[in-house]
């Protein structure tokens, strides 16, 4: 009888224990594919990528492979938010809000620096930001 009231119990305990699923959103309005504190570009400059030849060329990148699907190309737009050089380590680019209006996407970006007296590395790093945007409408980056 005690071994079958423990047994009862261990599997009413089994089946209460918390279960994680990762479930990825299809309709969310973005999606930060990759951020880097390595990697982007020598000068500070925001692109829309709109166009699927220009998509494409995303797809070479190591930190996007398989991130990116093929209807992906006619329902998405992308972005890619280069920070510039940085003389030390401590900075990131990333997305802050982004708000779909009747006619445009508004992207805020957010720029983190280190604090002063911080310790960082002491190294040139490029930080930059790849981000997918579940929508063809126009984008506006504030």
Partial sequence: MKKTVGLILALVM???AETKKVVKESNALYEILTQQDNG???IKFFEILSEPNEIKMLQND???KNKIAESDLT???FLILNMGEKNTGGYAINVDNV???DKNIIVTVKE???ESGAMVSQSIVYPYCVVKINSKKEIIIK
Avoid: F, Q, R, Y
């Fill in 14 to 16: 089994m089946s209460c």
């Fill in 40 to 42: 982007g570009a020598n």
């Fill in 62 to 64: 190591i930190h996007l």
């Fill in 75 to 77: 329902k998405a737009n």
């Fill in 99 to 101: 708000v779909e209006t």
């Fill in 112 to 114: 983190t620096v280190p």
